[in-house]
T-cell receptor, first 111, second 109 residues
Framework: EAQVTQNPRYLITVTGKKLTVTCSQNMNHEYMSWYRQDPGLGLRQIYYSMNVEVTDKGDVPEGYKVSRKEKRNFPLILESPSPNQTSLYFC??????????FGPGTRLTVT | EDQVTQSPEALRLQEGESSSLNCSYTVSGLRGLFWYRQDPGKGPEFLFTLYSAGEEKEKERLKATLTKKESFLHITAPKPEDSATYLCAVQAPGNQFYFGTGTSLTVIP
């Protein structure tokens, strides 16, 4: 089954404790992205990747890091999480020019 | 500044009562306009892609249209299972995507 998976699905952590949210796709897509979704603000792109070792900033990259060492994986790293990064996070992948497939989401709470 | 605005924020319809959702956008060099459906607790699910003014796409009770500055999602004779949040997104040059805040649709039996 073609899918995008994210782990963990739910995470509660404390300010400053480094964390990684994993994302994996099994569709051999070149493009992958991370978004955060907040009430009243919609989905906002954090980072995207055009292929292995090629990444670029989206609209709200501050406080986040990404890496793309393998085509199927695109982890999101929060080196020092803060409460304003409490949000619902989605990973997505797509082929060139086509629609995005989204993962199920990761609900992150930073206290 | 690239921007996507959706209206209305929320819409309640009786089953069978047709209506339209609006998505207006300002983006230089539009590479595509996308409609997604999002159910509570889930990731967005792709519905349509439109690339140029005048283009139309249909799927069951949904029809999407595109002009130079806005897109409409027409819902004909909706059913309760059409209840969801509908998101509009545009792709700008450089692989960036901008989403609207969505229209929450409730269809009452």
């Amino acid at each position: 089954e073609a899918q995008v998976t994210q782990n963990p699905r739910y995470l509660i952590t404390v300010t400053g404790k480094k964390l990684t949210v994993t994302c994996s796709q099994n569709m051999n897509h070149e493009y992958m992205s991370w978004y955060r979704q907040d009430p009243g603000l919609g989905l906002r792109q954090i980072y995207y990747s055009m292929n292995v070792e090629v990444t670029d900033k989206g609209d709200v990259p501050e406080g986040y890091k990404v890496s793309r060492k393998e085509k199927r994986n695109f982890p999101l790293i929060l080196e020092s999480p803060s409460p304003n990064q409490t949000s619902l996070y989605f990973c997505a992948s797509r082929r060139t020019g086509n629609e995005q497939y989204f993962g199920p989401g990761t609900r992150l709470t930073v206290t | 500044e690239d921007q996507v605005t959706q209206s209305p924020e929320a819409l309640r319809l009786q089953e069978g009562e047709s209506s339209s959702l609006n998505c207006s956008y300002t983006v230089s060099g539009l590479r595509g306009l996308f409609w997604y459906r999002q159910d509570p607790g889930k990731g967005p699910e792709f519905l349509f892609t439109l690339y140029s003014a005048g283009e139309e796409k249909e799927k069951e009770r949904l029809k999407a249209t595109l002009t130079k500055k806005e897109s409409f999602l027409h819902i004909t004779a909706p059913k309760p299972e059409d209840s969801a949040t509908y998101l509009c997104a545009v792709q700008a040059p450089g692989n960036q995507f901008y989403f609207g805040t969505g229209t929450s649709l409730t269809v009452i039996p």
